[in-house]
T-cell receptor
Framework: DAKTTQPTSMDCAEGRAANLPCNHSTISGNEYVYWYRQIHSQGPQYIIHGLKNNETNEMASLIITEDRKSSTLILPHATLRDTAVYYCIVSRDYGGSQGNLIFGKGTKLSVKP | ETGVTQTPRHLVMGMTNKKSLKCEQHLGHNAMYWYKQSAKKPLELMFVYNFKEQTENNSVPSRFSPECPNSSHLFLHLHTLQPEDSALYLC?????????????FGEGSRLTVL
């Protein structure tokens, strides 16, 4: 699976949009981009995933560049509860075991009042 | 209860003890996983079970012994652990043939080995 590169940490003001970048320049055509987050001392939580097109759900938006070498997770109105480590993961859809998602170190997002 | 439940939430054990971690999922999933998260390190996949059959053992030492009696329950039996095994142990579940890549995690069992 392709490797991802994320900034170690980011700050965001409460109520503003949080834009978390991820580079995945070696991504293959059949690999998806997944985003999870982990609030301190809790299990990771799925946020969103995409292949080529931009995706949006109730939690966030995912913008994938046309060449698919990078993506941005957007939290439109960050709240203090969005403070967490955000993981960008690239993986094939095996149609089976999803435990093959390899978590890196992620980006620690701190939302400040 | 809903989701994925792990017990106990905290466990302290000596190196000669035998203990077990329990995970239960109420989501009707067929795949269950154990992950380990050590301090300041990424999550490491330990074991994967699909339809109660172990499909992956990620080079985990034999002092960790998983058990999956049915699709809803997963255990991690611990014996003669080392202090470096102190970590947050996370259980997750998913549908086996999901196309969403969504894993549902429990809140974890924090293990301290003295």
């Amino acid at each position: 699976d392709a490797k991802t590169t994320q900034p170690t940490s980011m700050d965001c003001a409460e109520g503003r949009a949080a834009n978390l970048p991820c580079n995945h320049s070696t991504i293959s055509g059949n690999e998806y981009v997944y985003w999870y987050r982990q609030i301190h001392s809790q299990g990771p939580q799925y946020i969103i995933h995409g292949l080529k097109n931009n995706e949006t759900n109730e939690m966030a938006s995912l913008i994938i560049t046309e060449d698919r070498k990078s993506s941005t997770l957007i939290l439109p109105h960050a709240t203090l509860r969005d403070t967490a480590v955000y993981y960008c993961i690239v993986s094939r859809d095996y149609g089976g075991s999803q435990g093959n998602l390899i978590f890196g170190k992620g980006t620690k997002l701190s939302v400040k009042p | 209860e809903t989701g994925v439940t792990q017990t106990p939430r905290h466990l302290v054990m000596g190196m000669t003890n035998k203990k077990s971690l329990k995970c239960e999922q109420h989501l009707g999933h067929n795949a269950m996983y154990w992950y380990k998260q050590s301090a300041k390190k990424p999550l490491e996949l330990m074991f994967v079970y699909n339809f109660k059959e172990q499909t992956e053992n990620n080079s985990v030492p034999s002092r960790f012994s998983p058990e999956c009696p049915n699709s809803s329950h997963l255990f991690l039996h611990l014996h003669t652990l080392q202090p470096e095994d102190s970590a947050l142990y996370l259980c997750a579940s998913s549908e086996v043939y999901t196309k969403t890549g969504e894993l549902f995690f429990g809140e974890g069992s924090r293990l301290t080995v003295l």
